[in-house]
């Protein structure tokens, strides 16, 4: 168990609707991150928070939007869903601000499994 | 640019030891970190290596060149339960993103 926890667990919706997925980091950790995978595919970044900021983008699509809370927590919005964000959503925390030294390593939750149908 | 290259695939026997490459270009370099992914699970974590040298950590060794920008997963004594994609990843004081490697993905073959 990493200490990341993500909601729900899994998640069926359909095209053009909006969802909301939540993350809790580990306690103490400061950095939120948010990544896609979809099947057999590659990690993709989306988007880092620092300690309520936003610290770096990656991919992320306009239509999908983010933000970390006075608690830490992290929700990642995706509205006008299509069949091809279909993919596992995971959520990492760290210590630190990102990639540079121990501290940033990351920590990763379940993840959330969207299905757009 | 920066760029994380790491094979796609790679196949070994029960027991057997397999050491999975990965090389970088990243400006600012500092830090590498190396993850397991099971299929349809979250990657954990397995070494960071931020000096030249072998780090030793039970049946996984990592190993860093910073001069060569390459690093290997050195895996011993493998099992069925290693079977998995395993994600190099590189650190930069440049920015603040991990660049991650496509992956490699690790089949045990009994």
């Known amino acids: 168990d990493s200490g990341v926890t993500q909601t729900p667990k899994h998640l069926i919706t359909a095209t053009g609707q909006r969802v909301t997925l939540r993350c809790s980091p580990r306690?103490?950790?400061?950095?939120v991150y948010w990544y896609q995978q979809s099947l057999d595919q590659g990690l993709q970044f989306l988007i880092q928070y620092y300690n309520g900021e936003e610290r770096a983008k990656g991919n992320i699509l306009e239509r999908f939007s983010a933000q970390q809370f006075p608690d830490l927590h992290s929700e990642l919005n995706l509205s006008s869903l299509e069949l091809g964000d279909s993919a596992l959503y995971f959520c990492?925390?760290?210590?630190?601000?990102?990639?540079?030294?121990?501290?940033?390593?990351?920590?990763f939750g379940p993840g959330t499994r969207l299905t757009v149908l | 640019g920066q760029n994380i290259d790491q094979p796609t695939e790679m196949t070994a026997t029960e027991g057997a030891i397999v050491q999975i490459n990965c090389t970088y270009q990243t400006s600012g370099f500092n830090g590498l970190f190396w993850y397991q992914q099971h299929a349809g699970e979250a990657p954990t974590f397995l070494s960071y290596?931020?000096l030249d040298g072998l780090e030793e950590k039970g049946r996984f060794s990592s190993f860093l060149s910073r001069s060569k920008g390459y690093s290997y997963l050195l895996l011993k004594e493998l099992q069925m339960k290693d079977s998995a994609s395993y994600l190099c990843?590189?650190?930069?004081?440049?920015?603040?993103?991990?660049?991650w490697g496509a992956g490699t993905k690790l089949i045990i073959k009994p």
């Open positions: 990492a925390s760290s210590a630190g601000l990102a990639g540079a030294t121990s501290t940033d390593t990351q920590y």
């Open positions: 990843a590189g650190g930069s004081d440049s920015n603040y993103q991990l660049i």
């Open positions: 306690s103490g950790d400061l950095s």
């Open positions: 290596n931020v």
